[in-house]
């Protein structure tokens, strides 16, 4: 929120903002778990009480762009890693968890929000990866793979997909082998 305040938007501005929860060990501060205390199992208090202390924390980003009024200059992306853990959540409909590579430990949700650019409640239908997110920015910021002396890159643009509907550039997505 400080940069944003702070920050000159005569310039681009660029913010990666990684939140550690939800994840293990859970906790969270007092006030905030005594907000769930109808929730009995203390792992599900916990979980519920730490989303809430990021969600408030993603409002007072989202806040602060708009204050600065830059939100329609703004790009919001959000997601998550992987899916979660049964003991703490669901990933219903799918089977898994996170650690699996089934759909629930691999498909999650996730969302970009720029208004005037993106349509409100569009879907991605296709798949798309992490990985893909980078040379997304890179496009969308006017650079080129490759540039700056970077060898390939394993994502792909995926712009078009988000943007205008087409259909994703992948027809694959990663693999993963683990002991």
Excluded at 33 to 58: G, H, N, Q, S
Excluded at 72 to 78: H, P, S
Excluded at 106 to 120: K, N, S, Y
């Amino acid at each position: 929120v400080r940069l944003i305040e702070r920050h000159d938007f005569s310039r681009p501005l660029f913010l990666y903002v990684p939140f550690n929860a939800p994840h293990g060990p859970y906790q969270a501060p007092r006030s905030q778990l005594d907000r769930f205390e109808d929730i009995e199992d203390p792992r599900k208090r916990a979980y519920a009480a730490m989303v809430t202390c990021m969600d408030e924390a993603i409002g007072r980003i989202v806040s602060a762009i708009d204050r600065r009024g830059v939100r329609r200059d703004t790009l919001i992306f959000f997601c998550s890693d992987n899916g979660g853990l049964d003991i703490v959540s669901s990933n219903g409909p799918f089977r898994g968890q996170k650690a699996f590579l089934y759909e629930g430990g691999i498909r999650v949700r996730a969302f970009a929000a720029w208004p005037g650019v993106l349509e409100p409640g569009a879907k991605v239908r296709g798949p798309l990866h992490m990985v893909d997110l980078f040379p997304t920015l890179l496009e969308l910021a006017g650079g080129r793979p490759g540039s700056g002396g970077a060898g390939p890159l394993d994502g792909k643009d995926a712009w078009a997909a988000i943007a205008e509907g087409r259909p994703s550039p992948r027809d694959e997505i990663l693999l993963n082998v683990t002991p």
